[in-house]
T-cell receptor
Framework: DAGVTQSPTHLIKTRGQQVTLRCSPI?????VSWYQQVLGQGPQFIFQ???????GRGNFPDRFSARQFPNYSSELNVNALLLGDSALYLC?????????FGPGTRLTVT | GENVGLHLPTLSVQEGDNSIINCAYS??????FIWYKQESGKGPQFIID?????DKRQGQRVTVLLNKTVKHLSLQIAATQPGDSAVYFC??????????????FGKGTKLTVNP
């Protein structure tokens, strides 16, 4: 079975631009969560979606938004990029409590 | 509050030795904990989990111990191999009133296995 997939793998953007990251969960998983991992730190929770509804939101500004589609895939959008948004963005899918992570998208903002 | 941290940022062991990675948590209401392994350039990989109604859980070469009295979690890796070299995170699963479940991670311990 395929695990969680994310695209793109790497991305370079300039300050002020907007970015969209994509995630496909494990087949059968209805919940998708997004995390930001800054170099040298543990992942920080951004959003959780379940059955296309936002279930939870971490301490991130409104520049961050997300959505989940009928097939349970998800997109994370970040507007007005700042240098500090440079990080590894991880998507995790879950059926129950166990969350399984994808390989991440490495975003670099210059 | 929610605070999951690790005692040691780095750990270096010899191949074949046993490794112990520690973790402290502060939310006594937490009832589910997970250990993840993260290799360079990859996403966290699920290793083993434990619920608060257990003190110990064993997997293949790994054991997780939970001490709720002192809010301490540890991961034991038996016969450590070079392929075990990675950053290890403990994560605390928290659930809010809206039903959202999120993982609260510590900073991680970098394990280096010397041949």
């Amino acid at each position: 079975d395929a695990g969680v997939t994310q695209s793109p793998t790497h991305l370079i953007k300039t300050r002020g631009q907007q970015v969209t990251l994509r995630c496909s969960p494990i087949s059968g998983h209805k919940s998708v969560s997004w995390y930001q991992q800054v170099l040298g730190q543990g992942p920080q929770f951004i959003f959780q979606y379940y059955e296309k509804e936002e279930r939870g939101r971490g301490n991130f500004p409104d520049r961050f938004s997300a959505r989940q589609f009928p097939n349970y895939s998800s997109e994370l959008n970040v507007n007005a990029l700042l240098l500090g948004d440079s990080a590894l963005y991880l998507c995790a899918s879950s059926l129950w409590a166990e969350q399984y992570f994808g390989p991440g998208t490495r975003l670099t903002v210059t | 509050g929610e605070n999951v941290g690790l005692h040691l940022p780095t750990l270096s062991v010899q191949e074949g030795d046993n490794s112990i990675i520690n973790c402290a948590y502060s939310n006594s209401a937490s009832d589910y904990f997970i250990w993840y392994k993260q290799e360079s350039g990859k996403g966290p990989q699920f290793i083993i989990d434990i619920r608060s109604n257990m003190d110990k859980r064993q997997g293949q070469r790994v054991t997780v111990l939970l001490n709720k009295t002192v809010k301490h979690l540890s991961l034991q890796i038996a016969a450590t191999q070079p392929g075990d070299s990675a950053v290890y995170f403990c994560a605390e699963n928290t659930q809010d009133q809206g039903g959202s479940e999120k993982l609260v991670f510590g900073k991680g311990t970098k394990l280096t296995v010397n041949p």
